[in-house]
Each structure stands twice: as C-alpha cells, then as structure tokens.
C-alpha cells in the first residue's frame, strides 16, 4: 500500500515541489493549507493531492492533519509576517519588524514540532519528519551578525526538535539556499536516508557574480553583479530589510554555511539536481 506524505506549505514553492515530487513516486499526498478554497489549494487538489485544512497558529488543527503520515515535511514562512507589520513596525526601529517576524515564526515552528511529537506518540506511524530550516547565522558569524533573523529563527525551532530525544532520532534538517525546482528531490534524497541529517540543498555552490554571469549570458541582457557593503544595502532599503538580506549575504560570503552541512552527494553521489544554468534555460521558457 502506497505511504503517506503531509505536506505543511502545499501551495508555496517548497511544499508544492515536495508534494509534485511524493505524487510523481506513487505516494499519497496530504498537502495543508489554511484555505482548501484558495485557487492554489484547488490546482493541487486537481493535481490529485488531497487538500486539509490547519493553521500553524492552532496546535489543535495540526494534530488531524499529521495523523496516520508515514513522512510529515514542514516549513514556516517568515517573510509573510514581516511584510505583512513592516510599515508599521519599521518606524519604531530597525530591529522591530525582524524580531515580530521571528517571534511569529519560532512559535508556528514550535506547534509543529509538538503536533508531530503528539501525533507521532499516539498513532506510531510516523518515520520521518523533515523541517525546512536555516542555520543560525549569529552563531555562524560568531556574532558578528545578528540582524538575519530569517535565519536564527528557523534554527530556534531546529533546537527545540533536537530537546525532543525521541522525535529527533526520526527527523532530518533541510537547509534551503536558494531555489530551484529541487526541494522535493532533496526531500526524497532525506527520506532514502539515514535520520539526522542536517542537509545542505543545493545543487551547485556559487558566488553572485557566477550567478549573475549565466543569468546574463541565458537572457542575453548584459548584466555583472555589484558588491555593496551591509551599510549601503540598509541604507537602499532602510528599516530592517537592507541590513537583514545584507548581513545573509554577508555572513554566508565571509564565514559560509556551516562545515556541519552535508551535501546532497555526500548522501548520494547518484543524484542528478538543476544545474544554475538549467534552471534559468527552463525559467526563460
Ligand atoms: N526564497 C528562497 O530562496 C528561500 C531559501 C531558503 C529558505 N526560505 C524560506 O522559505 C520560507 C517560505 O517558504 P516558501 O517559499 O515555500 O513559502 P511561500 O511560497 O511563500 O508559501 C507560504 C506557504 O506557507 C503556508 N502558510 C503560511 N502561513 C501558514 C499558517 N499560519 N498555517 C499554515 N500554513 C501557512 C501557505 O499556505 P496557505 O496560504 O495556503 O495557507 C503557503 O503554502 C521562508 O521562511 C523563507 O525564509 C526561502
């Protein structure tokens, strides 16, 4: 009998390559939403997914939705949140909308982590859960950084799953740099795994300027990438957000990701993943 994936994120990028990508392999696909009447959540129920409703909000209706999955795949969005107070709260100072957007994502994350843990407890079925994170980027720049709350915040609830002992020694960690159409193959490759890995997803390491030189070259539109310092990007987009993508760009361009990452060879050097300039030939189309 074929198993069972829930999906938190089903309309977004990541939940929906993941669940495109369990329905391509024959599994039954439970993808959650806060509307099954929204337009995305009806193209993937037409996709033959079936749609449930729960928020992250709401411990409660998470517990149905994960019940009887055999592999449950989470992610929390940040970015919602802090567009959704940055008018307001930017005024305030450049550290308010960060830390209301963290605050927001930390504890959807930590509902997760429970509802899984709870679910997990009552109905035995569970064999994998796979939570799409981040690593700290204020431990990673030794505290250097400490505006990238995007970043610090999904590695909050990474600590929390590992103080659950038990639900941990069945999870694995998904680091998403950035995206292609990938995530579902990297959450297949997770599940194919041994648990407890902390997963570094990306198909090719490359600076800005590489990424810029295929993205011009693929377009045609001449185009070279520009280092700015985290001072002038704040200064572009002042409030929080300039300083918030700029010390990301900056922690990952002088410190990197992390040594305790494995990468998706390293789990399996078979795996074929989207090449940069794939992905942009394919974007163009
Ligand atoms: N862009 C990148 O390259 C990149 C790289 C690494 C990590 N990230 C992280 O990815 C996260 C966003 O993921 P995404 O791009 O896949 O999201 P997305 O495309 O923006 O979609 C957001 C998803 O989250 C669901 N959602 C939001 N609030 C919810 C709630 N309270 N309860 C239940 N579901 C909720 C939405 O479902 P409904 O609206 O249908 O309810 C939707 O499916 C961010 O935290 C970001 O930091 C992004």
């Not at 929906?16 to 806060?34: M, P, Q, Y």
């Not at 959807?108 to 899984?116: F, L, P, S």
């Not at 990938?182 to 490759?189: E, K, M, V």
Request: aromatic share 10%; proline share 3%.
């Amino acid at each position: 009998m074929a198993k069972t994936i829930a999906v938190v994120g089903v309309t977004g990028a990541q939940g929906g390559s993941v669940a495109d990508k369990f329905l391509s392999l024959g599994w039954n696909v439970r993808g959650i939403t806060r509307s099954a009447m929204s337009d995305s959540a009806k193209a993937k129920a037409a996709e033959g997914i079936s749609i449930v409703e729960a928020d992250l909000d709401n411990l409660g209706t998470l517990i149905p939705a994960f019940r009887g999955a055999h592999v449950i795949f989470a992610i929390t969005d940040f970015w919602a949140p802090f567009w959704e107070a940055n008018a307001r709260l930017s005024k305030i100072s450049d550290r308010a909308t960060g830390e209301h957007a963290y605050a927001i994502e930390v504890q959807r994350g930590r509902n997760v982590v429970d509802a899984v843990q709870q679910v997990s407890k009552e109905d035995g079925m569970l064999e994998r859960f796979i939570f799409s994170t981040l690593p700290s980027f204020k431990e990673q720049s030794n505290g250097k950084y400490t505006y990238v709350y995007h970043f610090d915040s999904k590695a909050d609830v990474t600590e929390y799953l590992k103080s659950k002992e038990d639900l941990w020694q069945k999870s694995s960690l998904l680091n998403m740099a950035f995206y292609s159409k990938d995530t579902g193959r990297f959450a297949d490759l997770l599940v194919r795994c041994p648990p407890k890995q902390d997963l570094l997803a990306v198909s090719e390491m490359a600076s800005y300027r590489t990424v810029m030189n295929i993205w011009s070259k693929t377009t045609g539109i001449p185009a070279e990438a520009q280092e700015i310092s985290v001072e002038e990007a704040d200064k572009d987009a002042p409030g929080g957000f300039g300083r918030e993508s700029g010390e990301s760009a900056a922690t990952s361009a002088e410190f990197g990701w992390g040594d305790h990452l494995v990468l998706p060879k390293d789990l399996d050097p078979e795996i074929r993943t989207t090449s940069l300039k794939e992905y942009m030939e394919n974007q163009k189309r």
